[in-house]
């Protein structure tokens, strides 16, 4: 026995300097952005053992040519789980967050998603230009899958799935919770169905890729974008050709996002006389706002769609 005693005594004082965690033994849950960081607020609620917290800055919007901080790199070396929108978006991911924590489990919300959309809105030969200039990154796949409710309510499930497996006791709320939120999703991307068959006009301009599966839910045309690499002003040339799209296409509206200046969408409009609106995808908002804020966002988003586009 003696000669196990200066062994617990180094034990004890190893055991003594591990780094303890900010919440005692909560399980930190870190998400990449903001829209995925909402829908796992609305998995986990109710239960205290978990806590969520958001990487990028609430109102960062899109993060595409993001480049991560170190801010971001103390959040992930001290997460057990990081969640990520996925297909993409999270380009800036990469060896240095393996070293920063080798035991974090990533949950990738979008895996299993089988309906994932190329960019809309885009000719043949700018289509082919951003393969060839994307090439190493998303290849034209469009990872914005959140603005579509319906399959909001499918990324929520995801993620339910997979925190029940990493946390059994909690199993049951995130999977009941993830129910009831996909059923709330299920009645709004209904209700956003039922307005697309009741528009005057259904062929749309956005600011960038991000609508394209609401579209689709809704039955929509994005006939253009307003900048075709996001973050990016049109060059004259590409102004140019989106005029005359908007002309061909008879375009009934085009929209603005909060996430970024509005002023180019507003001179094409101006230009071609269509009616110009803002809709917001959620992708910024109140980091500790209501739950159920993206369903405001949307719903609000639908009287925009209806009144711009002439609901019958
Ligand atoms: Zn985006």
């Known amino acids: ?3 196990m005693k200066p062994f617990l005594i180094v034990l004890a004082l190893l055991l003594a300097c591990l780094p303890a965690r900010a919440d005692g033994n909560k399980k930190t849950i870190l998400c990449t952005t903001f829209p995925i960081f909402q829908i796992t607020r609305n998995v986990v609620s109710g239960n205290s053992a978990v806590t969520v917290q958001l990487m990028l800055p609430a109102a960062l919007g899109c993060p595409h040519d993001y480049a991560l901080t170190p801010q971001d790199m103390q959040k992930i070396a001290r997460a057990d789980v990081l969640i990520v929108n996925g297909l993409g978006m999270e380009e800036y991911l990469g060896a240095p967050v393996k070293k920063a924590n080798p035991d974090l489990k990533v949950v990738d919300s979008s895996a299993g998603i089988k309906e994932i959309l190329r960019y809309a809105g885009q000719d043949d030969h700018e289509e ?39 946390d059994p006791a909690g199993a049951a709320t995130f999977l009941a919770n993830a129910k009831a939120y996909e059923e709330k999703m299920q009645k709004l991307a ?4 039922a307005l ?28 253009a974008v307003v900048q075709a690499h996001a973050g990016q002003e049109p ?4 102004m140019l050709r989106i005029v005359k ?18 002023k180019v969408g507003q001179t094409i409009a ?28 949307m719903r609000h988003n639908m009287l925009v769609l209806g009144k711009t586009l002439g609901a019958k």
């Open 245 to 262: 799209i908007i002309r061909e296409k008879k375009a009934g509206g085009i929209f603005t996002e909060p996430q970024y200046p509005a």
């Open 270 to 297: 101006r230009e071609t006389g269509v009616a110009v609106a803002t809709l917001d995808p959620g992708a910024s908002g109140p980091e500790n706002g209501p739950l159920d804020y993206y369903e405001t966002v």
């Open 128 to 166: 082919a230009d951003r393969q060839e200039h994307d090439h190493d990154q998303h290849g034209g796949v469009n990872p914005h899958l959140f603005t579509s409710p319906r399959l909001a309510g499918r990324l929520a499930m995801n993620i339910a799935a997979e925190l029940a497996e990493l």
């Open 190 to 193: 209904d209700d956003f169905s």
């Open 196 to 223: 697309g068959k009741r528009l005057g006009n259904n062929r749309i301009v956005t600011q960038h890729g991000v609508f394209d599966y609401l579209a689709r839910d809704m039955g929509l045309e994005v006939v």
């Open 235 to 238: 060059s004259a040339a590409e």
């Open 1 to 3: 026995m003696n000669r």
